[in-house]
């Protein structure tokens, strides 16, 4: 059972919300903020005001999170390790979840990335 029959069985989206756990749910959360505001590549930053947000503070996040959600990775699957069954599955979904986030930052991130080498 993947992360998407979770959500669509019966019920699927509020256990696969609380398999989840607060903790990790903000730190998704966190990694979906990340990926709304990512920085076009030609953007100059701005030191003052609410565009210092978006232009000094979320490019410096970014790699962060990523790094926090790969750990996230690595525990999840030291912990599948030692399980079987319903909870093995559960961290299946983790790995799945995470592993999408993580996509989604690194490519939305890309190309503000790449126009800062030389």
Request: net charge positive; no cysteine; glycine share 6%.
């Amino acid at each position: 059972m993947d992360a998407v029959d979770a959500v669509v069985e019966e019920g699927g989206l509020k256990r696969w919300l609380r398999d989840l756990g607060a903790l990790r749910l903000a730190l998704l959360f966190m990694g979906l903020v990340v990926v709304v505001f990512a920085a076009d590549p030609d953007v100059e930053p701005v030191r003052h005001g609410w565009r210092l947000i978006t232009t000094g503070v979320i490019p410096a996040l970014s790699p962060m999170v990523v790094m926090v959600i790969l750990f996230d990775m690595l525990m999840a699957r030291v912990l599948m390790s030692d399980t079987e069954g319903r909870r093995r599955a559960r961290y299946r979904r983790i790995l799945k979840t995470d592993g999408i986030v993580v996509a989604l930052i690194v490519l939305s991130w890309m190309p503000f990335f790449l126009s800062l080498a030389p």
